[in-house]
């Protein structure tokens, strides 16, 4: 894995969803994106600075276009749900917290090794995912 090069993705923004009719329920969902919106800039920033800290080769791209990256060399993807954006088009269950599982997608095998987990109010905590990352690897060493 040191020798391999790995992709960590940043936040892409999302599309309002447009609803008939306005309720507490899709006022809640357009709160969540418009928030997701406006602080993605600002995690987006944090990556780009916590990436430094991370030990080995790696490139800073978009969910939408890391897979033209697979060709250049990069075997390795961080990838969790989190980044398909389906939590954001919903209201969650009322008082569940929903979790994401991170793992490190090997794109040449298909297959993902999960690193750690983090919950939905620190997805957008970049600086913490890479610090959990370079964490889990220690570990593995």
């Known amino acids: 894995m040191d020798k391999e090069k790995i992709i960590f993705l940043e936040h892409e923004p999302v599309k309002l969803s447009e609803f008939e009719e306005r309720t507490k329920s899709t006022e809640y969902i357009l709160e969540r994106q418009e928030n997701h919106n ?3 800039e600002q995690s987006n920033r944090k990556l780009q600075i916590a990436a430094m800290e991370y030990p080995f080769e790696y490139a800073i791209t978009t969910p939408s276009t ?8 990069y ?8 980044y398909k954006y389906n939590h954001l088009m ?3 269950p009322e008082g ?11 794109m ?5 090794y999960e690193v ?11 600086k913490l995912v890479i610090k959990k990352l370079n964490k889990a690897i220690k570990e593995a060493k």
């Not at 075997?75 to 989190?82: A, D, G, I, P, T």
């Open 116 to 126: 750690f987990r983090l919950d939905e109010m620190k997805v957008y905590d970049l």
């Open 66 to 73: 890391y897979f033209s990256l697979a060709e250049a060399g």
């Open 96 to 106: 569940e917290l929903l979790v994401f599982e991170y793992f490190i997608f090997d």
């Open 90 to 92: 919903t209201q969650p």
């Open 108 to 112: 040449q095998n298909n297959i993902a």
């Open 75 to 82: 075997k390795y993807v961080l990838q969790s749900n989190v």
């Open 38 to 40: 406006r602080i993605l």
